[in-house]
């Protein structure tokens, strides 16, 4: 099987406190990843490390054996729903037509070929009746729905998803693990940050336990043992966030320039 | 006021061609900076550019709107940077940062305006008027210079529109597809600099930030589409600055600049009371008709509960009988019994007896209905004990809509007791369907 992510010793701070500590792993293709951990463990620091919205301090992120930059068009991300102001006076359309806007189609029209694309990804999560409604006018399940959308319309290859489950009703839930179904069996890699431990088990093919270091990558079944989610869940390493406090303290760099994990 | 319209002196046509493009294009770029929560940076941003019209004006001592067109901008920009580095690099709050910039700016600025008053410089007349703004003593020049910034500025907004759209709303998302966000922000900014920095020629930079960001705000609370957001904004600034030079036109001793603002801020206030849905005057309106529903659908139940008790539900019911059942106000049962007979649910008889028609007594059923099945819900969905059902469910019952007790019907499998024993009462021919 091929890798679809790799990341390399990725460390990365917030305000100089590190939040993850040379993270390495990697993920093949075709799998639903579940990226799992305790609150404030670093799970949406790397997704977003991957998809290059924060600089890490220190390792780096292959995608498809790639850099970002040459893959961008393949990589899809949906960004946690709290994120947005859902007051934004624009419809359920122009949120996933915004699937389709390219960074080299920056000022023409949208053609025929895009709308097409966006109706059928809103029809795809059942949001298709709910087009032309503002989008703070929708439940949070539905807003949710709208997003992965929105994402559906990249027509990407993989897709990075931070808390797609989180505050979502039944039915929603329901339509978006279809249709994540759907898109492994279409070959597609689906990454996401998940808070429940409970449902990852039945979700996810693959899981990325987290807390603030890796703790474990592999298979779920691999994964789940109780001794690896009583070190991802036990609490933070008491050391090891003390460091962390001294480092953002003082100002101490996290590597010595000499020592910058750089790709091959 | 014929004559300011007919346009005819070349004069007036010029002025409020001029302050009527700087009024559409402040309130379009605007837009944005309301969208993007950025109205306070505005507002300082206008205030900033006061130094820098001062110090083009000593550094050339010229009042060529070019340069101090050039001034102004660069010192916005430096606003703009030292808010970003405050609010970044040290631990002062965001409205700490852009209150200490508007100000120290500001200061700056007065401090160099009072300098060159007292310098002596015959050039200077008029540089004051960049406070509360000029606009009925535009040049020609002026306007020209001012008149293509704006064009300009429509344009680029125009054109950019998707970009600037998606940014605005969801920046991560924006990056995550390889948009150039940093360069958008940047152009932005620079336009919202120079939107600013050419509208002061009209308002001044005390007032600017209104210009700037009242249309918009007014604007969103009629529509729920950007496109036809920035349509109003801009229809907004475009009346708000041809009637504030008509009133200035027809009596001379009234300012246009603050005049604009006024005109601005009576259009935002009707909008905040008027506007359907988001207005004050509609929310009024809702509430009042939510408890009209209320009183009427209590007047039915009440009805409904007296009928129950003697097996008969069409009989004649006496004024008092429902006040002893249910302590109404008599005023607005007496309001509630009359528009009842309108809607055609009761039929008045002799005097103080009314009695249900049978639409009233389908819809006393209904309401009933709804009362029970949320009691039923509320025990065995949630855990409730039965006596203490009561006081939500005579809430409930006036929300549940005929969707929602579809699927409550579906959900409880058409029962037939509510946790008290009561019959649920059904429509007959709904039973007969179901």
């Given at each position: ?29 075709g ?31 292959r ?5 970002l ?49 966006a109706d ?9 009746p ?10 949070g ?14 027509q ?50 693959w ?58 | ?20 493009l ?30 820098g ?22 010192t ?19 409205d ?8 120290v ?46 064009v ?10 998707r ?51 009242t ?12 496109q ?11 009346l ?10 027809s009596?001379?001793a ?38 009209r ?6 007047i ?47 039929i ?25 099945l ?61």
């Amino acid at each position: 099987m091929n890798t679809a992510i790799e990341t390399h010793n990725l460390t990365v701070a917030y305000n100089r406190r590190p939040v993850l500590w040379d993270v390495d792993f990697k993920v093949p293709e075709g799998q639903l990843i579940g990226v799992l951990g305790p609150n404030g463990s670093g799970k949406t620091t790397l997704l977003k490390s991957i998809m290059g919205l924060i600089k890490p301090s220190s390792g780096y992120v292959r995608l498809f054996g790639e850099d970002l930059d040459t893959v961008r068009s393949r990589i899809s991300y949906v960004p946690q729903r709290e994120s947005v102001d859902w007051e934004f006076p624009i419809s359920v359309r122009e949120v996933a037509l915004m699937g389709r806007y390219r960074k080299n189609k920056l000022l023409g029209r949208l053609s025929k070929t895009d709308h097409q694309l966006a109706d059928e990804a809103l029809e795809k999560v059942g949001m298709l009746p709910f087009a032309d409604r503002q989008i703070a006018q929708l439940s949070g399940g539905q807003q949710q729905r709208v997003f992965v959308a929105r994402s559906l319309a990249q027509q990407a290859d993989l897709y990075l998803m931070d808390e797609p489950f989180a505050g979502v009703d039944a039915a929603s839930e329901e339509a978006i693990l279809t249709l994540l179904k759907e898109m492994k069996q279409a070959g597609k890699t689906v990454l996401i940050v998940h808070h429940d431990l409970h449902t990852a088990r039945q979700f996810f093919d693959w899981i990325i336990l987290l807390n603030t270091r890796l703790v474990k990558s592999g298979s779920t079944e691999s994964v789940f043992t109780a001794d690896n989610l009583k070190q991802a869940y036990g609490g933070q390493l008491t050391i090891l966030s003390q460091v962390s406090e001294l480092i953002k303290d003082r100002e101490f760099p996290m590597r010595e320039r000499s020592h910058k994990d750089q790709p091959k | 006021m014929s004559d300011f319209f007919t346009f005819s002196d070349p004069n007036v046509r010029m002025v409020t061609l001029g302050t009527v493009l700087l009024g559409v294009s402040a309130a379009i770029v605007g837009t944005f900076t309301f969208l993007r929560k950025r109205a306070l940076v505005g507002d300082a941003i206008a205030h900033a550019i006061l130094p820098g019209v001062c110090l083009a004006f000593i550094v050339t001592g010229d009042k060529h709107p070019l340069y101090l067109l050039v001034g102004a901008v660069a010192t916005g920009w430096l606003s703009l940077l030292s808010m970003d580095y405050l609010s970044s690099r040290t631990k002062l709050s965001t409205d700490t940062a852009i209150g200490a910039v508007l100000s120290v700016f500001f200061g700056a600025g007065i401090l160099l305006l009072t300098t060159i008053q007292h310098s002596g410089s015959a050039n200077q007349a008029g540089l004051d008027k960049f406070l509360f703004g000029k606009a009925a003593s535009m040049g020609r020049q002026d306007i020209l210079v001012f008149g293509i910034v704006a064009v300009l500025l429509l344009i680029l907004v125009l054109s950019f529109f998707r970009a600037f759209k998606v940014v605005s709303f969801d920046p991560a998302y924006a990056r995550s597809i390889g948009l150039p966000v940093r360069q958008l922000e940047f152009l932005l900014s620079t336009i919202t600099v120079l939107a600013v920095a050419t509208g002061i020629q009209a308002v001044g930079v005390v007032l600017m930030a209104a210009l700037l960001i009242t249309p918009a705000a007014a604007a969103r609370f009629w529509t729920d589409r950007i496109q036809v957001m920035l349509l109003l904004a801009a229809a907004f600034g475009l009346l708000s600055g041809l009637f504030g030079s008509w009133i200035s036109y027809s009596a001379p001793a009234m300012p246009t600049g603050p005049w604009i603002v006024v005109l601005l801020s009576l259009i935002a206030i009707v909008s905040v009371v008027m506007a359907p849905k988001r207005g004050i005057w509609a929310r009024i309106r809702l509430q009042k008709s939510n408890a009209r529903k209320m009183l009427l659908e209590n007047i039915l139940k009440t009805f409904y509960s007296l009928g129950e008790s003697r097996q008969q539900f069409d009989m004649e019911v006496n004024v008092t009988e429902l006040v002893t059942k249910r302590p109404f106000d008599s005023k607005s049962l007496r309001r509630g019994l009359h528009q009842l007979q309108r809607k055609g649910c009761l039929i008045k008889k002799s005097g103080n007896t009314y009695q249900l028609t049978t639409a009233g007594i389908a819809e006393s059923r209904r309401v009933v209905r709804l009362h029970r099945l949320w009691e039923l819900y509320l025990t065995e969905r949630m855990n409730y004990a039965a006596d203490h059902v009561h006081n939500t469910a005579e809430a409930i019952e006036h929300v549940i809509t005929p969707e929602l007790e579809a699927a409550l019907l579906r959900e409880l499998g058409h029962p037939i007791l509510d946790p008290h024993d009561s019959v649920i009462p059904y429509q007959a021919t709904q039973n007969k369907k179901s």
